[in-house]
Nanobody, 114 residues
């Protein structure tokens, strides 16, 4: 089984930045497309950004130009740098593979508010 542990969330003012981290267990990490997802209250979980094993990236239109995903295969870690945050970015953020595995972590709460 693969497990994910997300961290780095918090309360930030609009226009601020946060850097999320995700530690994944399991030796299969380096071969997987990894992604960050988010789920806002009352909404479905959505894919925010993905990164291939070779480092190719894709982003949801809503975060393009503001968020940046990266990974360290040697450390089984994936990151999400979030800049120019907006109130609509408020959500619980999760990492998983793409497509996602059955196991989800607890996520990390990001709240953007003045």
């Amino acid at each position: 089984q693969v497990f994910f542990v997300e961290s780095g969330g918090g309360l930030v003012q609009p226009g601020g930045s946060l850097r999320l981290s995700c530690a994944a267990s399991g030796s299969i990490f380096s071969g997987y497309v990894m992604a960050w997802y988010r789920q806002a209250p009352g909404k479905q979980r959505e894919l925010v950004a993905r990164i291939s094993s070779r480092g190719s990236t894709n982003y949801a239109d809503s975060v393009k130009g503001r968020f940046s995903i990266s990974r360290e295969n040697n450390e089984n870690t994936v990151f999400l740098q979030m800049n120019r945050l907006k109130p609509e970015d408020t959500a619980v953020y999760y990492c998983n593979s793409d497509p996602p595995l059955r196991n989800w972590g607890q996520g990390t709460q990001v709240t953007v508010s003045s």
